[in-house]
Nanobody
Framework: QVQLVESGGGLVQPGGSLRLSCAAS????????MSWYRRSPGKEREFVAR???????SYADSVKGRFTISRDNAKNTVYLQMNSLKPEDTAVYYC???????????WGQGTQVTVSS
């Protein structure tokens, strides 16, 4: 059974930091590109960051220089380090796994991040 379980969300003040984690199980984690997406109230889900199976990284322009995605294949976990958080980063953050070799794609249940003073 495939599972993606996000954790690490919460309430933080502007300028603060959070680290999100996504623990994966039920598939060959090392062979999947892992991504973070987010959805703010009233907005479409948007791409945040991706790390491929070869550790190539890409980011949305809105988070470049502030967010860092990383993965630990030994722990089947992907991380999103978020620094210099802004109120506009408030959203539910979702973990995504996508195979480069098939159409398999999986989503987590999401974790809430709220940036507010």
């Amino acid at each position: 059974q495939v599972q993606l379980v996000e954790s690490g969300g919460g309430l933080v003040q502007p300028g603060g930091s959070l680290r999100l984690s996504c623990a994966a199980s039920g598939f060959t984690f090392s062979r999947y590109a892992m991504s973070w997406y987010r959805r703010s109230p009233g907005k479409e889900r948007e791409f945040v960051a991706r790390i491929t199976s070869s550790a190539s990284r890409s980011y949305a322009d809105s988070v470049k220089g502030r967010f860092t995605i990383s993965r630990d294949n030994a722990k089947n976990t992907v991380y999103l380090q978020m620094n210099s958080l802004k109120p506009e980063d408030t959203a539910v953050y979702y973990c995504n796994a996508a195979s480069a070799f098939s159409r398999n794609e999986y989503w987590g249940q999401g974790t809430q991040v709220t940036v507010s003073s």
